[in-house]
T-cell receptor
């Protein structure tokens, strides 16, 4: 059972470049999330999708876009990367009725 | 404005002793609280949770205590083991967020358990 799979695991970008972080879950969960983790800041919610076909902004959505492609997949796009977006990004999912989220292993992004 | 705060960035404990990790919150609408554990280069993993209708929840060596009047929760690990060395995150969910699953996380506390 793979759980939540994120690709790529590492990426280096130059300022202004674009990229998409991919996330897929095989647990048939309804809800999916993108968080970023920065030193001293904990995990902050970027965007989430409570169910297939819906997406909503979290705490720090500026500079990002998301697509809930289907029930399994939820991608995060940086259209014009900035150094402030250097971070570790985590995708998570949750089944209906549960409180806890299941996280992927993370994607470390560096923007130069 | 940090709604969930973990004021101790780090904690060091001797193996076999009790580890107590603390978390404070400001939003009185929070009704569900969770603790996550994170090893380096891995994603956070769920450890234990507590609903606001309870004041204690226990799972093996891990116990979470909730003091609603003080807006404070704590995680007790007894006895502590070297494998417990990790970053621990406190998280909270607000009334109305139970369906969306949105969690607000604290900054994390790094626990080191010395052999």
């Amino acid at each position: 059972n793979a759980g939540v799979t994120q690709t790529p695991k590492f990426q280096v970008l130059k300022t202004g470049q674009s990229m998409t972080l991919q996330c897929a879950q095989d647990m048939n969960h309804n809800s999916m999330y993108w968080y970023r983790q920065d030193p001293g800041m904990g995990l902050r919610l970027i965007y989430y999708s409570a169910s297939e076909g819906t997406t909503d902004k979290g705490e720090v959505p500026n500079g990002y876009n998301v697509s809930r492609l289907n029930k399994r997949e939820f991608s995060l796009r940086l259209e014009s990367a900035a150094p402030s977006q250097t971070s570790v990004y985590f995708c998570a999912s949750k089944r209906v009725g549960a409180g806890e989220l299941f996280f992927g292993e993370g994607s470390r992004l560096t923007v130069l | 404005d940090q709604q969930v705060k973990q004021n101790s960035p780090s904690l060091s404990v001797q193996e076999g002793r009790i580890s107590i990790l603390n978390c404070d919150y400001t939003n009185s609408m929070f009704d569900y609280f969770l603790w996550y554990k994170k090893y380096p280069a891995e994603g956070p993993t769920f450890l234990i949770s507590i609903s606001s209708i309870k004041d204690k929840n226990e799972d093996g060596r891990f116990t979470v205590f909730l003091n609603k009047s003080a807006k404070h929760l704590s995680l007790h690990i007894v006895p502590s083991q070297p494998g417990d060395s990790a970053v621990y995150f406190c998280a909270a969910s607000a009334i109305g967020s139970s369906n969306t699953g949105k969690l607000i996380f604290g900054q994390g506390t790094t626990l080191q358990v010395k052999p």
